[in-house]
């Protein structure tokens, strides 16, 4: 199943649990730089930005503890 994504910004703490989650879920080991999600950092404030390679599996909305990502089922074309 594919999900969309929302992402709040006022949730998101850093700590990149959803970086890690897809990377071991992908590249079979915890980097960070490697996952289809990147979390940028300004200050206290961060920014997810999924690369073109995300599956939309939701594997980071699952592994977020704050709340910041959250996924829903993306709605399938008859």
């Not at 599956?55 to 909305?61: D, I, L, T």
């Amino acid at each position: 199943m594919k999900y969309k994504f929302t992402y709040d910004q006022k949730q998101c703490s850093g700590c990149l649990r959803c970086q890690l989650a897809c990377s071991r879920a992908y590249v079979k080991r915890f980097q960070p730089s490697s996952a289809r999600i990147q979390i940028f950092a300004s200050g206290e404030e961060y920014r997810a930005v999924f690369t073109e390679d995300c599956v939309k599996c939701g594997f980071c909305a699952d592994n977020c503890l704050f709340g910041a990502l959250v996924k829903f089922p993306e709605e399938v074309a008859a």
